[in-house]
């Protein structure tokens, strides 16, 4: 299983970003995906998750009407687009999936600041 994150980097408040999450080793189309992220000094937090055929979605309160969770099945890949963008969403994001005791990315800074 091997979960590779793209996309980070740094962008002003108010900016957008779009991360990616390409997934190999595993039957992507059958698992629920999620993305989390790490603040310095924090625990890691769940932000949003998303069925196995994209109809559902869940995102942490903090991200609501900014951040939205897709994926494309096809290419195994999920997404999270991230729109007007705050210091406070300055973290290492994640993706991850719940195969066997789940399996993590390697993650992708995210440094909102002017």
């Known amino acids: 299983v091997q979960l590779v994150e793209s996309g980070g980097g740094l962008v002003q408040p108010g900016g957008s970003l779009r991360l990616s999450c390409v997934a190999s080793?595993?039957?992507?189309?059958?698992?629920?995906m999620y993305w989390y992220r790490q603040a310095p000094g924090k625990e890691r937090a769940a932000v949003a998750t998303?069925?196995?055929?994209?109809?559902?979605?869940n995102y942490a309160n903090s991200v609501k009407g900014r951040f939205t969770i897709s994926r494309d099945n096809a290419k195994s890949t999920v997404y999270l687009q991230m729109n007007s963008l705050e210091p406070e969403d300055t973290a290492v994001y994640y993706c991850?999936?719940?195969?066997?005791?789940?399996?993590w990315g390697q993650g992708t800074q995210v440094t909102v600041s002017t």
């Open positions: 998303i069925s196995t055929l994209g109809s559902s979605t």
């Open positions: 991850s999936a719940p195969v066997g005791g789940g399996y």
């Open positions: 080793g595993f039957s992507f189309s059958s698992y629920n």
